[in-house]
């Protein structure tokens, strides 16, 4: 059974920073795209930033480019995000997700095959 599951979120003053993990289980997505997306209360669920199965290359959100950075450690089958400069715009859960599909860039859609459960991310002002 395939997993994929978030941690790092919580509670982080505004300019804070915070490193959300996601580790993958259940077969290795070494050859695959890895995503974050995040979805605040009453609003629609939306990208955050991609990368692609090699770490090769990276896209992210307008919102939160200069201020993210998403990586991936093959090895142990995880992705992460760091965040920095965080905003009260910025509360969210956040969303892991993977992409069924050997070889994918870092693509920015939202028909990611794999979602994990999420962590909640929340920045006080």
């Known amino acids: 059974q395939v997993q994929l599951v978030e941690s790092g979120g919580g509670l982080v003053q505004a300019g804070g920073s915070l490193r959300l993990s996601c580790a993958a289980s259940?077969?290795?997505?070494?050859?695959?795209?890895m995503a974050w997306f995040r979805q605040a209360p009453g609003r629609e669920r939306e990208f955050v930033a991609a990368?692609?199965?090699?770490?090769?290359?990276?896209n992210y959100a307008d919102s939160v480019k200069g201020r993210c950075a998403i990586s991936r450690d093959n090895a142990k089958n995880t992705v992460y995000l760091g965040m920095n400069s965080l905003k009260p715009e910025d509360t969210a859960v956040y969303y892991c997700?993977?992409?069924?599909?050997?070889?994918?860039?870092?693509?920015?859609?939202?028909?990611?095959?794999?979602w994990g459960q999420g962590t909640q991310v929340t920045v006080s002002s």
């Open positions: 259940g077969r290795s997505f070494s050859y695959d795209a």
């Open positions: 997700t993977a992409k069924n599909r050997r070889g994918s860039g870092a693509y920015m859609g939202y028909d990611y095959d794999y």
């Open positions: 990368i692609a199965w090699n770490g090769g290359s990276t």
